[in-house]
């Protein structure tokens, strides 16, 4: 059994609660575990399809680990949004 350690970061209310998108006349969804699917008959594969990489450019992604932390008053130092916080295991 893997051991996690959890801790408290902030991160993108797109990024905490997931995001739809529509591209191409498909709908994209953004799953809060980081995953992409598209309603696309290539969504599920491995690699994303195009209409998730297009996608992408519309969702938010900031997570303080990666990014590092929010901007004043708790907002999303890459679209302003505020931030909410969220367990994140290491
Ligand atoms: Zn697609
Ligand atoms: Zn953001």
Redesign the pocket.
């Known amino acids: 059994m893997p051991e996690f350690t959890f801790r408290t970061v902030a991160m993108c209310r797109d990024a905490a609660h997931g995001k739809i998108t529509n591209v ?1 006349g ?1 709908v ?1 969804h953004f799953h809060t575990n980081g995953r992409a699917t ?3 008959p ?2 599920n594969a491995t690699t994303p ?4 990489e297009e996608a992408r450019e519309l969702v938010c992604d900031y997570v303080e680990p990666v990014d590092g932390p929010p901007a004043p008053g708790n907002r999303c130092p890459k679209c302003g949004q505020p931030v909410v916080f969220s367990k994140w295991a290491e």
Not at 49 to 52: E, G, K, N, S
């Open positions: 191409g498909f994209q598209c309603t696309c290539a969504g399809c195009d209409h998730i």
